[in-house]
């Protein structure tokens, strides 16, 4: 089971007066940043993957001043999508109405399970805010380029997790265009651009050995409170 999360990021209604060319051929590979480590169990794990294009790959612009799409050429847009009514087939886009960015994660490893990340899980599966996420970046990542993407943060439900080692394999990201069929009134979608690590038990999972948090005693707790009341005391007197 995979679940994505998917967001507009921007948008246009743009009629067709032409058959669109094919769409751009971006390709890449996204892998995890940093695969291993250990963290505490009350501690939050950042899930980073770094996307690289190859060097036959198209450039990937986000520059979202150029255009309603984010600069992204209309151009490129594939001519054809999946209806999202019957008879759910392949068909023309006869307009396109925005763009938007997803990212996914596979609900089969132990960072998610059991309920697939969810409250009965070790771990809550958050999207991470600004600027590092999946587009929030602007400019141009060229052929033979990386970048990193803060993907998911993985946050101790209930703020600590059992101590053990985590795993996670497949987590992907990418660009959907979104439009409509004026023949079946219905709205169309196709990929733009789409990146999984497609990772497997024992290959390039992303692991992390979680180790227990070792509490303050109170005693040192109640020691710090001193020292604290003290340098008031004396701040006042002064």
Avoid: K
Wanted: hydrophobic share 40%; proline share 8%; aromatic share 10%.
């Amino acid at each position: 089971m995979v679940r994505h999360t998917r967001s507009v990021i921007f948008g246009a209604v743009l009629l067709l007066v032409a058959s669109a060319t094919a769409n751009a051929a971006i390709i890449g590979t996204l892998t995890f940043r940093d695969p291993t480590g250990t963290v505490n169990s009350n501690e939050a794990i950042d899930v980073w993957v770094t996307l690289t294009l190859d060097s036959a790959s198209d450039p990937l612009v986000y520059d979202n001043t150029i255009d309603s799409f984010g600069g992204i050429n209309p151009a490129t847009f594939p001519a054809t999508g999946r209806l999202q009514v019957p008879p759910w087939s392949t068909v023309a886009f006869d307009s396109y109405n925005y763009v938007g960015e997803w990212i996914s994660r596979s609900c089969n490893d132990s960072f998610a399970a059991p309920g697939c990340g969810g409250p009965t899980s070790a771990y809550q599966w958050d999207v991470p805010p600004p600027p590092n996420g999946w587009f929030d970046w602007s400019g141009t990542l060229n052929p033979g380029q990386s970048i990193d993407i803060l993907l998911y943060q993985l946050s101790p439900i209930g703020g600590n997790a059992p101590a053990g080692t985590y795993q996670a394999f497949n987590v992907g990201l990418g660009l959907t265009v979104y439009g409509y069929n004026d023949t079946y009134e219905g709205n169309v979608e196709a990929e733009l651009v789409s990146f999984e690590t497609g990772c497997s038990p024992g290959g390039c999972s992303f692991t992390r050995t979680v180790v227990a948090a070792v509490p303050v005693p109170g005693a040192l707790w109640l020691l710090g409170s001193g020292v604290a009341a003290l340098g008031l005391i004396r701040r006042r007197a002064a």
